[in-house]
């Protein structure tokens, strides 16, 4: 029943390990015991960051290293490691000590992300980086195909507010200093200014909205945030 | 002259670099211009996390994540990349916009550290990660033969006093329980109480500051720190 579990999973994962104890190690949660995947994890972390971070630096090569941070925070956070989880059907598998089970710990996103980790050394660990770097760009494919530079810039409007106050400063100022073209051809020229820098960023697009947001964007550039 | 810079520069590192564009891209700080060498510190700084995070897993195998994770810390912080830049005799080689030149970028410990970043990543773009992995080990050669899991259970008292301060709890009690032996063979046995503990913990040396140090980092383990 257990093995058959464990067949699943691997299938999911798209690898089969040599050691059954080295995937168990993977799945076991602090909680069971001294012997847990902690160490496991910390390894998997900066595999993950690498790898992650690699293919991020390949696929947008115009990024700047503020963007690129982003995106990667993005899908290294707990959060997307969770979803990962999910899909692999980790929850089953996950072996934890009483408390955790009681308190419903096979659905904590935290318990799910480390364990993703671990996994991820623990593949390293049996069969080295290459191996793993196919595994961990599949696992996220669809994830990486959907990201677009625009992604980060998203929520610039709102990282530049917090950012202002965070500084104490006062908020962004968007104008609209030019509209171009006729009902649904109609182009925005936004300027964005703040009291950090004395000259404003300038953006245009189809709407006022997405002008603003990447006027926004260019701000963040611009105090290099 | 120039030339004669960067060549002596490589023999520090211990690596020769097939592309002097590669090189000297790596040298150069944001102040200089749009190319700069923030995308290639990016891209080494994962890999230089992994390349000691593994060394450091595979070292003190019988450390915990939150070990492994300070003594990484240590290891990949500013101030240690700088120093490290200080070995290379990197400030020479620095290629920075006029405002950071007259404001002492030279010497200033994150363009430094950045900067040495910045190689791992070219080295790395260059010649895979085997090569990356060797040098990065020999340049952290004596640093990581020093640590000892000691080194994080240093300032294991201070630690544990931030701790609870962070947390309104009172700050932890140290107590003598025995004190054998005479003279320079004393053994001493020291207890560490805190509110957020049942039990407290036990640490023997012969100091009562070592037995302290000891008991205190006993107890960030025992309160999972």
Redesign the interface.
């Known amino acids: 029943m257990l093995v058959l579990k464990y067949q699943q999973l691997e299938q999911r994962l798209g690898y089969k390990f040599e050691s059954q104890r080295q995937l168990q190690l993977a799945l076991t949660h ?1 909680s069971y015991g001294a012997t847990n995947n ?2 496991l ?3 998997g ?3 993950l ?2 790898i992650v ?2 293919a991020l ?1 390949r696929r947008f090569d115009a ?3 503020g963007q ?2 982003r995106l990667r925070s993005q899908m290294v956070k707990g959060e997307t490691l969770a979803e990962l989880a999910r899909e692999f059907e980790l929850s089953d598998c996950l072996i934890l000590g009483e408390g955790e089970l009681k308190s419903g710990g096979r659905q904590r996103d935290s318990i799910l992300a480390d364990c993703v980790e671990a996994l991820i050394g623990a593949i390293y660990l049996e069969s080295g ?1 290459d191996v793993c770097r196919v595994l961990v760009l599949r696992w996220y494919a669809h994830r990486l195909d959907e990201l677009s530079l625009d992604t980060s810039a998203k929520d610039s409007k709102s990282r530049l507010q917090e950012f202002l106050q965070a500084q104490r400063q006062p908020l962004p100022e968007y104008s609209v200093t030019d509209v171009s073209g006729e009902g649904h051809a109609q182009f925005f020229t936004i300027e964005c200014r703040v009291t950090l820098s004395r000259t404003p960023t300038v953006a245009q697009a189809s709407s006022r909205r997405e002008a603003e947001k990447q006027a926004a964007a260019a701000m963040l550039e611009l105090l ?1 945030i």
Do not use: P, V
């Open positions: 602090r902690e160490r994890e910390f390894l972390d900066s595999i960051n690498f971070g690699e630096f990024a700047r290293e690129l941070s980086l290099n």
